[in-house]
T-cell receptor
Framework: NAGVTQTPKFQVLKTGQSMTLQCAQD?????MYWYRQDPGMGLRLIYY???????DKGEVPNGYNVSRLNKREFSLRLESAAPSQTSVYFC??????????????FGDGTRLSIL | GENVEQHPSTLSVQEGDSAVIKCTYS??????FPWYKQELGKRPQLIID?????GEKKDQRIAVTLNKTAKHFSLHITETQPEDSAVYFC???????????FGQGTRLTINP
């Protein structure tokens, strides 16, 4: 049981390049999330998928797109990377059970640098 | 939308003393409040959570209190140890919403 797995762990891009960050969970969770973490800014939500087949914008969605490929996988795409997107990206998942709240479980993160 | 303010941003305490981190939230419909600990270079990990129908919850040296009237909740760590040094994040979830809003984090340093 690996939990939440993110790939790659590190990446360096040039401005204007594109890339996709991958996230997969094996906990049968229905909700998945992408956050970015910058120094002093906490965890800011980029996009989330409350259930398979749905995606919604979070606090900082500009410059990103997402795809909920299936129940297990949720990818984040940078179409044209900018230096302002240099950050640590975390994927998280949880099970949504209506009125019962459950904690989110995080992956190890992807450290992305845009030159 | 929901807004979560966390204080202090940095906290330094002597080993064995207690540490308290406070968070306030804006939306009275919030009903779930987790706390995460993040060690340097690691993922955030849940350490304790509380639901709005409970005023206090304890787990060994860690406790969380919730004041719904004042819209604030606090993390209490007693008998602090060097391994408690980390960044701590509070978060809040609005009833019916399927996302968390995080505070800005508190860097806790335990001095030997």
């Amino acid at each position: 049981n690996a939990g939440v797995t993110q790939t790659p762990k590190f990446q360096v891009l040039k401005t204007g390049q594109s890339m996709t960050l991958q996230c997969a969970q094996d906990m049968n969770h229905n909700s998945m999330y992408w956050y970015r973490q910058d120094p002093g800014m906490g965890l800011r939500l980029i996009y989330y998928s409350a259930s398979e087949g749905t995606t919604d914008k979070g606090e900082v969605p500009n410059g990103y797109n997402v795809s909920r490929l299936n129940k297990r996988e949720f990818s984040l795409r940078l179409e044209s990377a900018a230096p302002s997107q240099t950050s640590v990206y975390f994927c998280a998942s949880t099970i949504w059970q209506g009125a019962v709240n459950q904690p989110q479980h995080f992956g190890d993160g992807t450290r992305l640098s845009i030159l | 939308g929901e807004n979560v303010e966390q204080h202090p941003s940095t906290l330094s305490v002597q080993e064995g003393d207690s540490a308290v981190i406070k968070c306030t939230y804006s939306d009275s419909a919030s009903n779930y409040f987790p706390w995460y600990k993040q060690e340097l270079g690691k993922r955030p990990q849940l350490i304790i959570d509380i639901r709005s129908n409970v005023g206090e919850k304890k787990d060994q040296r860690i406790a969380v209190t919730l004041n719904k009237t004042a819209k604030h909740f606090s993390l209490h760590i007693t008998e602090t140890q060097p391994e408690d040094s980390a960044v701590y994040f509070c978060a809040a979830k609005i009833q019916g919403a399927q996302k968390l809003v995080f505070g800005q984090g508190t860097r806790l340093t335990i001095n030997p």
